[in-house]
Nanobody, 126 residues
């Protein structure tokens, strides 16, 4: 059973940057696609970014293209989300997720993921 723990959230001014980390334990994630989602208060959980097991393929939501970058370090069992040029609308709880499906199907729906972290709050002040 894989456990995921996010960290790195906090309060930042608009235009600033944050780097979220996702630490996996209980098993290697090197064969899993990984994703980041976010959920703002009163809204549904939405896709942010995903990365293939190798790190060679990524997918970003249109709302974060050019600003957010997903990456991973399989040797450390870690996934990251670098967030630049933050906007107030990026305020949400950010979740890390793992998809056990073999291969790369560019997963962007919550139902495609098998394991979830508890989330980390990101608040962007304008």
């Amino acid at each position: 059973q894989v456990q995921l723990v996010e960290s790195g959230g906090g309060l930042v001014q608009a235009g600033g940057s944050l780097r979220l980390s996702c630490a996996a334990s209980g098993g290697a994630i090197s064969s899993y696609a990984m994703g980041w989602f976010r959920q703002a208060l009163g809204k549904e959980r939405e896709f942010v970014a995903a990365i293939s097991w190798s790190g060679l393929s990524t997918r970003n939501a249109d709302s974060v293209k050019g600003r957010f970058t997903i990456s991973r370090d399989n040797a450390k069992n870690m996934v990251y989300l670098q967030m630049n040029s933050l906007k107030s609308e990026d305020t949400a709880v950010y979740y890390c997720a793992a998809d056990q499906t073999p291969g790369w199907i560019s997963p962007s729906r919550p139902s495609e993921y098998d394991y979830w972290g508890q989330g980390t709050q990101v608040t962007v002040s304008s």
